[in-house]
């Protein structure tokens, strides 16, 4: 009757001792994650947004939200026109931070008077850093660091022209989509 108490003793010694530990191990672990949450930081955003014109081009320029360019709209006349934008990317965060993904939208574009009515499809864009290289998926941007990006739209020099009036492009938009380099 002696042993079997003991080991009841013995027993309960144990686990109190396994509940303890694990109290303990549950303290340090949620100190731990909390400490490392505290120390990363996800900030990335566009700005100082600059805008060029090359020939007869109008433009309005878009509105930045975040890691986006929304609702640009241009007039081009002739071949030879374009609009350049150009801007920063700024990574004010701690992480690495990928560039997972870039889309641009298709924007609404018209002919207004006379001319080649596939002008449209002719038009060329450009999404490229400011050195000329193209931008591009899994392109990095270190933390505390920033990219110079240019978007371009062009009315290509070999396209026909427009006998009178303009191409006139709207809701033009770019997202960037940037994730934790793991």
């Avoid at 006379?114 to 450009?126: A, F, N, V």
Wanted: aromatic share 8%; hydrophobic share 40%; proline share 3%.
């Amino acid at each position: 009757m002696r042993k079997g108490r003991s080991l009841r003793i013995l027993s309960i010694i144990a686990l109190l001792v396994a509940i303890a530990g694990l109290i303990i191990s549950y303290a340090a672990i949620s100190d731990s994650l909390k400490g490392k949450e505290d120390s990363c930081l996800w900030n990335i955003q566009i700005h100082d947004l600059k805008a060029e014109k090359m020939g007869q081009a109008v433009y309005h320029l878009p509105v930045v939200s975040e890691t986006s360019l929304q609702n640009f709209s241009a007039q081009l006349r002739a071949p030879g026109d374009a609009v350049h934008l150009e801007f920063q990317v700024e990574n004010k965060g701690t992480m690495d931070a990928l560039l997972a993904t870039f889309w641009r939208s298709k924007p609404s574009c018209r002919i207004e008077g006379e001319g080649d009515r596939s002008i449209c499809e002719k038009l060329e864009y450009h999404l490229q850093y400011k050195d000329g290289t193209d931008v591009a998926i899994n392109d990095l941007l270190n933390p505390n660091s920033s990219k110079v990006m240019q978007f371009s739209v062009v009315y290509p020099t070999n396209a026909s022209p427009l006998t009178q009036g303009k191409v006139i492009l709207d809701d033009l938009t770019i997202f960037m989509i940037y994730q934790q380099n793991v």
